[in-house]
């Protein structure tokens, strides 16, 4: 089954614990961001890669790391988390044809005290 | 700045009955509209999408959205609402061939029995 999976889904952490969340597609896409769902905001873009090595920086990448050593995998890392990264975490894949139509996967739910 | 606006933030609707939900957008050019549906807990499954040619597109789940660049819209609508699309419904724009998706801050959905 063609899917985008994250681990973990849900996480309660400490302020300045470094933390990393996973995600990983099985679809061969070239393409993958990292997206956050505060209420009242919808989704905005922290990090985007377009392959393998080339990463780039969406609207809100600030305390936020990535990298994308291989293809499948696509690992969001907060070095020193913070109360305001509380939110809901999204990730997604496309392929390079067709970046705008992208999948998702089912979200992790990252709490900072 | 490129932007896309859900007016909206609630909606309630008694089963049965029509739905439309307002998009509107603002881009230089024309951009690839999506509509996204998130039921709780889940995960971000689009419902329909438009590129170019026919401003009606059909979509899953008996939706279907209209483009019309006159009012700069991509309204969602459904003819007989189910309990079950109780969810928050959110639009999204591209520039073509682009690849950061722009949110609309969503609209949640409630259907009354």
Redesign the interface.
């Known amino acids: 089954e063609a899917q ?1 999976t994250q681990n973990p889904r849900y996480l309660i952490t400490v302020t300045g614990k470094k933390l990393t969340v996973t995600c990983s597609q099985n679809m061969n896409h070239e ?1 993958m ?1 990292w ?1 956050r769902q505060d209420p ?6 922290i990090y ?1 890669s ?1 392959n393998v090595e080339v990463t780039d920086k ?1 609207d809100v990448p600030e305390g936020y790391k990535v990298s994308r050593k291989e293809k499948r995998n696509f690992p969001l890392i907060l070095e020193s988390p913070s109360p305001n990264q509380t939110s809901l975490y ?1 990730c997604a894949s ?1 392929d390079s044809t067709s ?9 992790t739910r990252l709490t900072v005290l | 700045a490129q932007s896309v606006t ?1 007016p909206d ?1 609630h909606i309630t609707v008694s089963e049965g009955a029509s739905l439309e939900l307002r998009c509107n957008y603002s881009y230089g050019a024309t951009p ?1 509209l ?1 509509w ?1 549906v998130q039921s709780p807990g ?5 419902l329909l ?1 438009y590129f170019s040619g026919d401003t009606l597109v059909q979509g899953i789940k008996g939706f279907e959205a209209e483009f019309k660049r006159s009012q700069s819209s991509f309204n969602l609508r459904k003819p007989s609402v189910h309990w079950s699309d109780a969810a928050e419904y ?1 639009c ?1 724009g ?1 520039t ?6 722009t ?4 609209t949640q959905l409630k259907v009354e029995l």
């Open positions: 985008v393409y961001s997206y009242g905001l919808g989704l905005r873009q985007y377009m969406g999204f496309a970046t705008d139509t992208q999948y998702f996967g089912p979200g | 859900q933030i690839y999506f996204y889940q995960g971000l499954q689009l999408k959110f999204a591209v073509g061939g682009g690849n950061k998706l949110f609309g801050t969503g």
